[in-house]
């Protein structure tokens, strides 16, 4: 080879990204079952291993289910509940459309817009309505522990169906592990079952249909008399026009939630939602699935993604390098989204044998530099190849 030929290979790599690759240890490239991409702002690849491979992506799948809510639902969109007096029976009707921020603070603020508006001074039942989303849901992944990434989905739920408690040495007795939400007694035998004295229970499905009523009821009795019980059962609103108390929170705030925290309850609310939008209700895991899939195709190109919640819990979600690149193509405008640290917006991912990592290095020329790391392998991790990533733009 000439010393010509040989520059205009070195000058041909430093653009295509080939010079780099020696730059990556090849206990890490080429010994594990990983795949590897980095790229530029304007989508040129700079260094890919297993480009086309699918793996299981864990939690980075929540980047494409925030993405496709974006285009889905829109980012100016706020969750409603419904709800209606009847002056009759004094019943309250509520119904839920898979609010994921649904907190207690929200619902002490739908008790005083209850009272306000429906102009009401005594209430017997409440009768809550969770038929927007089909049940039983069996979310593929979810187990049944007292993690908070096992907490039950629904149309109606308060607090991620989750309770936080904890042991008061001068009350002698259980109290709420947040100053905002009142503990329930009806949740008390649940929690004496742990037999801790500080953590959290998650809700049966059951409970969780019942718990936004019961925090309802609490709150309105500050105010006026509730004299009868708290029941789930389908209804018709008896008024066209039912009023609407919209979620002070907007999509992306949602999002941002979401990502921040890793929230599996709240990325499949999202994608539930998604499916009762495009293919109307009620909400189905399959109905999501068909719009998220739909989404990817018609608007990213992704042909080879599997996809079986939004979350990123089921090993059955299987997706490429480089379909993931396109997606983080696409959310550049949401980056901020993403959890920061120093030069780095991200997402993990964490199953057993599972680790990966997706998101944006900021380079020392102040671009972003979209990466991928997908290790499925037992007790291997990815921090060195991500080490060695960060040279590349730095």
Not at 121 to 132: G, L, M, N, T
Request: charged share 20%; proline share 5%; net charge positive.
């Amino acid at each position: 080879m000439t010393k010509k030929k040989a520059a205009v290979l070195i000058i041909s790599g430093i653009f295509t990204g080939f010079v780099f690759l020696s730059m990556i240890p090849c206990s890490y490239a080429g010994g594990i079952n990983a795949g590897i991409l980095l790229a530029d702002d304007q989508g040129r690849v700079l260094y890919a291993q297993n480009k086309e491979k699918t793996f299981v992506p864990a939690s980075t799948l929540k980047i494409l289910t925030s993405l496709a809510a974006v285009h889905i639902l829109g980012e100016a969109h706020h969750f409603l509940t419904h709800y209606d007096y009847e002056a009759s029976s004094k019943n309250i009707y509520i119904k839920g459309y898979g609010d994921p921020l649904l907190t207690s603070e929200i619902i002490e603020d739908l008790s005083q817009d209850i009272i306000l508006k429906a102009k009401i001074k005594e209430v017997r039942h409440i009768i809550i309505d969770p038929s927007y989303y089909a049940s039983p849901m069996d979310i593929p992944g979810k187990g049944d522990s007292l993690n908070p990434y096992d907490a039950p989905v629904g149309a109606l739920c308060a607090n991620f169906n989750t309770i936080l408690f904890q042991w008061d040495k001068d009350k002698k007795g259980f109290i709420s592990g947040e100053p905002q939400t009142p503990l329930l007694d009806f949740f008390h035998d649940d929690i004496r079952k742990t037999s801790l004295k500080r953590g959290r229970i998650v809700l049966s499905q059951q409970q969780s249909d019942l718990y936004p009523g019961l925090l309802l009821k609490y709150f309105l009795e500050k105010k006026i008399p509730v004299t009868g019980s708290v029941r789930v059962e389908a209804f018709s609103l008896k008024n066209n026009d039912p009023h609407v108390f919209p979620s002070p929170h907007d999509l992306k705030t949602i999002i941002q939630s979401l990502l921040q925290y890793s929230n599996n309850f709240i990325a499949n609310q999202l994608f539930l939602s998604m499916g009762a939008k495009v293919y109307g209700e009620p909400a189905t895991l399959e109905k999501g699935v068909r719009a998220v899939q739909d989404f990817s195709r018609r608007h990213l190109g992704l042909r080879d993604l599997t996809i079986d919640e939004g979350s990123g819990l089921s090993r059955g979600n299987k997706i490429s390098p480089n379909e993931m690149l396109k997606i983080l193509n696409s959310f550049i405008p949401y980056h901020g989204l993403l959890k920061h640290e120093k030069n780095e917006f991200f997402k993990t991912g964490t199953l057993t044998g599972v680790r990966t990592r997706a998101g944006y290095l900021s380079g020392k020329d102040e671009r972003l530099y979209p990466y991928v790391i997908m290790v499925n392998e037992d007790n291997t991790g990815y921090e060195q190849i991500l080490n060695r990533l960060k040279t590349m733009v730095n």
